[in-house]
C-alpha cells in the first residue's frame, strides 16, 4: 500500500513536470490584450510575412532586418517612436500604420481589428 502511493505520487510529479515542460509562453492572453489569440497570432505573424521584415521570437523563418526587431515586445516604451506601447495603439499602428506617421516604410497589411488583437496578444506576450 505505502509502495503504492508512492509510486502515485511519483506518477503525479511526472505528469506535473511534464505539463510545466510543455505549457509554451503566450499560450494564455497577456493582460495587455483581454480577448486577442496568442496562438493564431503567432499564425497571422507567419501568414503575413511580417518575418521578412523583422525579427519575431518564436515564429518560425522571422528574421528580415527592413524594420526594427520586435523583441522583448512587453517592455517596450513605444510604437515607432511614436505612441506609447499599450494594446489599442498597436492594434491601431498594425491596422494602418500612415495614420500613426505617414512616411512610415512599414505597409499596410490591411489586417482586421480581430486579427491585428491576436497579433498585438502575441507581441505582448514576448518577455
Ligand atoms: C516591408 C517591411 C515590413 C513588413 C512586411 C512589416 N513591417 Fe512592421 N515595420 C517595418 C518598418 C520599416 C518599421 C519601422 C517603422 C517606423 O519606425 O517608422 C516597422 C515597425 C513595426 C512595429 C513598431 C516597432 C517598434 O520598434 O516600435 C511593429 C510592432 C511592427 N512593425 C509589427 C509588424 C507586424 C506584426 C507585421 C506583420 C503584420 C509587420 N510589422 C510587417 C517594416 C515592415
Known sequence: MVRGRALL??????????????????????????????QR???LIE???CGSCHVVPGVRGADGLVG????????RGFIAGELPNNATNLIRWLMDPQSVE?????????VS????????????GIQ
Open 113 to 124: 481589428q480581430g486579427q491585428a488583437r491576436d497579433i498585438a496578444a502575441y507581441l505582448f
Open 47 to 49: 501568414q503575413l510575412g
Open 9 to 38: 505520487a511519483a506518477v503525479v510529479v511526472g505528469i506535473l513536470v511534464l505539463a510545466a515542460c510543455t505549457s509554451t509562453p503566450g499560450r494564455e492572453p497577456p493582460p495587455q490584450v483581454p480577448g486577442g489569440d496568442p
Open 102 to 110: 505617414p512616411s512610415t516604410d512599414m505597409p499596410n497589411l490591411h
Open 68 to 75: 526594427p526587431p520586435l523583441i522583448h515586445w512587453s517592455r
Open 41 to 43: 497570432g503567432a499564425q
